[in-house]
DNA sequence: TTGAAAGCGCTAACAG
DNA sequence: CTGTTAGCGCTTTCAA
C-alpha cells in the first residue's frame, strides 16, 4: 500500500511530535503514557512541542496494539421509555468524567436484537453495561466473558450487577396501601423477560402474604401506556382498591383509561407505579411511586465498569443494591370506608377473592 | 514488541481464515470488500471458511488504514430533555438499519462543554449530527471541515441542515389563538444560544403583525420547567391572556406556577408549547403544542449524514425543512368575553399594552 | 484474479 | 531514561 490516502484523518502523528522534538517516536508516546507521565526535562519539552503542533494521539490508532478503545457501550432495552433517559445521563456523565465516551445501543425490547446489536459494538469498545436486558442469563455469561460488564437491574451469579432495592420498596408500597385501608391488591405486570417484574412481583407476595393481604396479577403486558390500558380491562373484570404497576409508565396508562371509563383514582382505585419517571408528578393525580435512583444507577454502573476495566476485581457476589423509596403522591388515597369491594365493582360478585391461582407465578425472569 | 498480549480480543483473524482457506491474507480481505463481493469460486469458498470459523473483520483494524468506524456521533445539546428521546431514537434507527453504531454525547446546554466532547469524539467516527448545538457558527462550520456533519435544528449556510418549519408552526399556534379572540401574547424564550428560539420568537412578531396582534417577549430563560416557573413570575406582571413558550418544557413549567398562584389554565391564561414532547399529552391540562417530527428528525440526519459520508454531494444551500404541525388540546381557550385584559390582571393597570421597547429581540439564535 | 509487500499511527518489548 | 524494532489486523497498491 504506497499512499495511503489520509487515513485516519490530517492531524499531527506521534512522528511530526518526534521529528520536531528531536527524538524517537517511542519517547515521544512514551511521554504520554499512563502512570508517572515521565516527569523527564525530555519529556517536558515533547509535551510543550506536541501542544504547539496540536497533537493528539488518534484514539484508533492507540487501540490497535493495546486493545483499549476509551469507549464504553450501554445497551438499554427501549431508549423511547423516559425511563432510559437518566439512566443514560448518568452514564455519560461517568464516562466523561473518566475520559471515556458512550456508545448507546437500543435493544428494542429485545433479547434478538440485543444480542445482535452487542455483537457489533462488543470488539469496539473497553466494557459494557447491559441495563435492563431482555437475554437470557446464559448469554449475558457469555458476554461476561468476552468484556468487563455490569448488568443493571437484574441479578445474576458471578456477573456484578447494580440493582435497587425492589423488595423494600415494594415493601413500603404495600405498607402505604394497607394503611390506607386496602385489603386487596392487583399487579399489573410487565415484561415476562423482565427480572425487575420478577422480584417486584415476588417482593409484593410475599409483604401481601406478611400483611395478611391479598394480591393478583394482572399481565404479563407491555411496558408502556398501552400496557396499562390492557391491564385497565383486566383489572375491572376483577376489580380491587388498588393497583401497583410494573412501572410508572403502565401506571399512567392504567390511571388514564380507569378514568377514561368513569372510574376515579384514586377515589375508586389507588394506583402505584415503580420508578419515579419525570412524567409522574406532571401526570394527574400525580404518582405515587417507588422512585428507583435512576441517574445514580447509570452514574455507578459504569464508574464500577471502568473500576473493572482498570483491573479491580468485580467483586461479583453482591450485587450492589441502591436504596428505592416510596414517593407518596395523589395517585392513593384512603379505601373508601363501609364497603369491601369497590364502588365500581358492580359487573362481577366480590364474594370470594379472585381465585387463589391466580397468585401462582409463572416464571420469574 | 515481540508478544502483543491480546491486542484486539482473541477472534480468528483474517490470517487464520487465510490458511484455513489456503490463500492470501489480501485476497480474504477481498472477499469481504465493498462493492460488487467478488463473485470467483474462491471468494465464496474463503466466505464459507469464515463463517464456519466466525470470523468477523475486527471494525478497529479495518478503520486503522482506511479511517473509517462504521461510527457516528449524535451530539445533543442536553439528554436530560424528554425532547432529547424520540431524536435519539430516530439517530439510533437510522444507524442500525445501515450496520452503523451510535457515540452518544452530552453538551449539557453548554458551547463549550460541546466542543470538548467533540474533540474526544470527532476522530472515531465517520460522520456527525448536531443536534440543537449551543456552539457559533464559525465552530460549527470549522468540523464540517473536517468530518461529514448534519445540524440539527438550526441553519448554518454551507452546512447541511434539517429544520422543522417553525414559521408556519408558530403561524398555526399565532391563527389558533387569535381564533379564539386572544389579542395579546407573551412569549416565554428559551435559551440564548438556541437558533430555534430565535427563529421562533421572530415567527411570532412576523405572524402577530399580520395578524395585528401584541406579542411581548419573556426571557430568555433556561428550556425547563423551571425556566417556565421564573416566566410566570414574568407574566404575571405584566399580564396578556395567551402564552406561546419556547419549548414544551417551559410551558409545562409555566402551567404549573400559574395554576399555583390561581391562575387556572386555560380559564385564565391559554398556553401553547413546542415540540410535543411526550408528556404534553400527560399533564394537566394537556398542552396545546406545535409538535416536531422528532423521530423523523433524527432518523433523516442520521440517513442524510451516511449519504454524505459514502459520497454524495450535500446539497447545502436548501436546508431540509420538516414539517410541524399544531396539535390542539386543553390548554388553550376562549377569551373570557366582557373583558380586554385577562381577569386576574389585577396587580397591573391594562391601559395601554406592553411598551413596544419589550418588541426588541437582542440577539436572534 | 491472485499473492506479495508496504503501511495506517501507535505501543511495548528489548538493549543500550 | 532513550532509541531500536516489531508488530496490532486490516486494506490497498503493484506485479504477476
Redesign the interface.
Known amino acids: 500500500?504506497t499512499d495511503?490516502?489520509?487515513?485516519?484523518?490530517r492531524?499531527p502523528t506521534i512522528y511530526d511530535v518526534a521529528r520536531a522534538a528531536g527524538v524517537a517516536a517511542s519517547t515521544v508516546s512514551r511521554a504520554f503514557s499512563r502512570p508517572g507521565r515521565v516527569r523527564s526535562e525530555t519529556a517536558e519539552r515533547i509535551r510543550r512541542v506536541a501542544a504547539e503542533l496540536g497533537y493528539?494521539a488518534?484514539?484508533?490508532?492507540r487501540?490497535?496494539?493495546?486493545?483499549r478503545?476509551s469507549?464504553v457501550a450501554l445497551v438499554i432495552s427501549d431508549?423511547?421509555n423516559?425511563f432510559?433517559?437518566?439512566i443514560?445521563?448518568g452514564a455519560?456523565v461517568a464516562a466523561?468524567e473518566a475520559?471515556y465516551?458512550?456508545?448507546?445501543?437500543?435493544a428494542q425490547e429485545s433479547g434478538l436484537r440485543e444480542r445482535e446489536?452487542l455483537?457489533?459494538?462488543m470488539?469496539?469498545v473497553d466494557g459494557v453495561v447491559l441495563a435492563t436486558s431482555r437475554m437470557p442469563d446464559a448469554a449475558i455469561r457469555t458476554i461476561a466473558k468476552?468484556r468487563p460488564l455490569i448488568v443493571l437491574n437484574r441479578t445474576i451469579a458471578d456477573v456484578p450487577c447494580i440493582v435497587t432495592d425492589n423488595p423494600r420498596g415494594m415493601r413500603r408500597a404495600v405498607e402505604h396501601l394497607a394503611a390506607l385501608g386496602h385489603q386487596r391488591i392487583s399487579y399489573a405486570a410487565g415484561p415476562e423477560a423482565s427480572w425487575a417484574d420478577g422480584i417486584r412481583w415476588r417482593s409484593l407476595r410475599a409483604a401481601a402474604t406478611e400483611l395478611g393481604l391479598h394480591v393478583r396479577r394482572i399481565g404479563p403486558g407491555e411496558p408502556t401506556i398501552s400496557g396499562g390500558a390492557v391491564a385497565a380491562t383486566e383489572l375491572l373484570r376483577h376489580p380491587t382498591s388498588a393497583v401497583i404497576a410494573y412501572n410508572d409508565l403502565v401506571a399512567?396508562g392504567l390511571m388514564q383509561a380507569l378514568t377514561a371509563r368513569g372510574v376515579a383514582v384514586p377515589r375508586d382505585v389507588s394506583v402505584v407505579g415503580f420508578d419515579n419517571v419525570?412524567?409522574a408528578e406532571?401526570?394527574?393525580p400525580a404518582l405515587t411511586t417507588v422512585a428507583a435512583p435512576l441517574h445514580a444507577m447509570g452514574l455507578t454502573a459504569v464508574r464500577n465498569l471502568l473500576a473493572v476495566v482498570r483491573g479491580a476485581k468485580p467483586h461479583a457476589l453482591e450485587p450492589v443494591m441502591l436504596p428505592s423509596r416510596l414517593v407518596v403522591r395523589a395517585s392513593t388515597s384512603h379505601l373508601r370506608r363501609n364497603r369491601t369491594s369497590p364502588a365500581w365493582a358492580t359487573r362481577r360478585v366480590s364474594g370470594s377473592s379472585a381465585k387463589s391461582s391466580s397468585l401462582t407465578v409463572s416464571g420469574s425472569r
Chains 1, 2 share one sequence.
Open positions: 500500500m495511503q490516502s489520509d487515513a485516519l484523518g492531524g493528539h488518534h484514539p484508533i490508532a487501540a490497535a496494539p493495546t486493545g478503545t469507549m431508549i423511547t423516559p432510559s433517559n437518566q443514560i445521563h455519560h466523561v475520559g465516551s458512550l456508545l448507546l445501543a437500543d446489536v455483537e457489533r459494538v470488539p469496539t468476552q399512567i419525570y412524567a406532571l401526570v394527574t
